[in-house]
Each structure stands twice: as C-alpha cells, then as structure tokens.
C-alpha cells in the first residue's frame, strides 16, 4: 500500500503511541507502506523528537515485559534485543541495574513449576530436561545447573567441564 508522507506520518504516530516501539519496528512498517528512503529519514527523525519512539525507553520496557510475563532469561531477551537492533550500549545498563537474584528467583520458580511435569527414566533423565527446558528459555547454563541442582538434590555437572 502506498501512501504518502503526511498519512504515513500520521499512521505511524499512531502506531507508535498504543505500544512501545523500536526504529526498527517504525521504519520495517515504514518501508511496507513504500516511501522513500528521504520520506521515511524525515519521519522517524520526528517520531523521535516527540518521543513517539525512543530505544532506550523500548528497551526498558521489552526487558521488564518479558522478564515478567513471558519469563526468559537474560540469554534470550538480549538475543531478541539485537534482532530489532538495540545497540549493546542501550540494553547493557538496564540489564546490568537488574541483580542476578531476580533471574535466579524466577528460574527456581518456573523449574520449580515445571519439575512437577517432568517426567523420565531415572533422576539424570529428569534433570536432563528440565536443563533443556531452562536454556531454551534463555537463561545462562550456570545459574540453570545450580537451580535444578537447589530443586532436585545432588549434583548435576556440566558435561563440558
């Protein structure tokens, strides 16, 4: 759909007021639209000096969201951070403002939840999937082989070591 600079002006404040956006998000439905690459400098240029958009503001806000709701672990919220291109220097300090104890709290309650569902063969087979289940959910595989070692006993080493 093409429009034109003013409607896309319009349409994309809009956009970026019901939610917390990235440039990244602004300028991919930018590019949809089909407007130029002058156009859509413009656009975003203004979008940022009336805060409609701000990385560090999404950044914030997309970390505090899935740490919460969704539950991922530092591993993957930075993974997802670069694929709509936050600079390491927007997302460090807020990651870094957060303590590990925060992380760690919320990997013993989800393995703790989870631990109940796991089922397998024998005790390395249960511990084996809940590691599974804790690095796809992206948390770092230290704090994971402490966690499930705190919740099921014994001694689960990492097999690389």
């Keep these: 759909m093409k429009l034109s600079e003013p ?7 809009a956009y970026c007021s019901r939610a917390e956006r990235s440039e990244f998000d602004a300028r ?3 590019l949809a639209w089909e407007l130029d690459n002058g156009a859509i400098e413009r656009i975003i240029k203004r979008l940022k000096n009336e805060k409609y958009i701000d990385d560090t503001r999404f950044a914030r806000s997309f970390i505090n969201d ?3 709701f969704s539950k991922w672990g530092k591993t993957k919220i930075v993974f997802e951070l670069r694929k709509k291109n936050i600079p390491e220097s927007v997302y460090n300090p807020i990651l870094e403002e957060l303590s590990g104890d925060e992380f760690e709290k919320q990997l ?11 089922k397998g063969k024998n005790e390395y087979d249960r511990k084996t999937k809940l590691i599974r289940f804790a690095l796809g959910r992206g948390f770092s595989m230290d704090l994971v082989i402490r966690c499930v070692n705190k919740i099921m006993g014994g001694n689960y080493e990492e097999p690389f070591s």
């Design 7 to 13: 409607q896309a002006l319009n349409r994309i404040a």
């Design 108 to 118: 013993m309650h989800i393995l703790s939840v989870k631990e109940k569902s796991v």
């Design 28 to 30: 991919k439905k930018l």
């Design 66 to 68: 899935k740490m919460k």
